[in-house]
């Protein structure tokens, strides 16, 4: 079975601290993808980052940086110097290359205070 | 500007009664998806197409109906047999591999009076 967890359902920081969100998942696939979305109070999801299953190399962008550990099973999202923009529900997912169907976490609710 | 549109945002149903919702995209992607997505809970799959005039039933397709006749749209009806209906739906579409990340509407919000 697959399965996407994110054990914070929700997370208070104040402006400029660092946050990582924390994605822990499962399968038995071999190939599989792994994406974090974003969820701001309008609802609409946004697309942050896919990484595939064989590509391990961690990748930042901006303020975002993401850590990729297969062997831990974990998908960790990090922001670093937080903004009150930041506030969102961020939701993990994965996605079989059998399936293609997208499986989501639970999301966790980040609220950044000025 | 390419995008996903989802209408209306609000939508207001008495029981008994089906209501549809629609969903369009200009990006000329392949498959679209519908998914429900219940207060403090992810999303979950409803109903997904990878072609048109082809979808499949994702994991809670019970009291729902799809139809795809056309690429750039797929609009989902609730019906009265969908015993709690309300909810947040959300409409994405993706090129049609697996590995390629789904974009996503606005959302319908839609309750149940």
């Known amino acids: 079975a697959q399965k996407v967890t994110q054990a914070q359902t929700e997370i208070s920081v104040v402006e400029k601290e660092d946050v990582t969100l924390d994605c822990v998942y499962e399968?038995?696939?071999?190939?599989?993808?792994l994406f974090w979305y974003k969820q701001p109070p309008s609802g609409e999801l946004v697309f942050l980052i896919r990484r595939n299953s064989f590509d391990e190399q961690n990748e930042i962008s901006g303020r975002y940086s993401w850590n990729f550990q297969k062997s831990t099973s974990s998908f960790n999202f990090t922001i670093t110097a937080s903004q009150v923009v930041d506030s969102a529900v961020y939701f993990c997912?994965?996605?079989?290359?059998?399936?293609?169907?997208?499986?989501f976490g639970q999301g966790t609710t980040l609220q950044v205070k000025p | 500007d390419g995008g996903i549109t989802q209408s209306p945002k609000y939508l207001f149903r008495k029981e008994g009664q089906n209501v549809t919702l629609s969903c369009e995209q200009n990006?000329?992607?392949?498959?679209m998806y519908w998914y429900r997505q219940d207060p403090g809970q992810g999303l979950r799959l409803i109903y997904y197409?990878?072609?048109?005039?082809?979808?499949q039933k994702g994991d809670i397709a019970e009291g729902y109906s799809v139809s795809r006749e056309k690429k750039e749209s797929f609009p989902l009806t609730v019906t009265s047999a969908q015993k709690n209906p309300t909810a947040f739906y959300l409409c994405a579409s993706s090129i049609g591999t697996p590995v390629n990340e789904q974009f996503f509407g606005p959302g319908t919000r839609l309750t149940v009076l």
């Open positions: 399968t038995r696939d071999t190939t599989y993808y």
């Open positions: 197409s990878q072609i048109v005039n082809d979808f």
């Open positions: 990006l000329n992607h392949d498959a």
């Open positions: 997912a994965l996605k079989s290359s059998n399936t293609g169907k997208l499986i």
